[in-house]
């Protein structure tokens, strides 16, 4: 364990892996529902950005990570995550048969 993290810090990634996991199984149960690509990536996106925090956390409290290397691979999965998402607005878009 490297440092003390503040108790409003863990309430926030709590509450961030409960909201992020909620949105991530009602994504993918529309896509089951649907057959739709665009939800799939959808789900697959949110699961990455909200596994991702916790993958952080635990990398850096568990496995001596570092607080900076825990930061650089949060946001790396971060940034795939949102990456996933836009597209899976990009496919749902273009599957409407509108310009």
Do not use: C, H, W
Not at 3 to 24: A, C, M, Q, R, Y
Not at 54 to 75: K, P, R, S, Y
Request: net charge positive; no cysteine; aromatic share 12%.
């Amino acid at each position: 364990m490297n440092e003390t993290i503040p108790v409003v810090v863990l309430g926030f990634k709590t509450v961030t892996l409960l909201l992020g996991g909620l949105i991530t199984y009602f994504a993918a149960k529309a896509a089951r529902k649907s057959g739709s690509d665009g939800l799939t990536y959808l789900a697959l996106g949110f699961a990455t950005v909200t596994f991702g925090s916790l993958l952080a956390g635990i990398g850096d409290q568990a496995f001596g990570l570092g607080t900076g290397a825990a930061l650089i691979f949060e946001n790396a999965l971060t940034a795939v995550g949102f990456a996933v998402i836009a597209y899976s607005l990009y496919v749902t878009s273009g599957s409407t048969g509108r310009p």
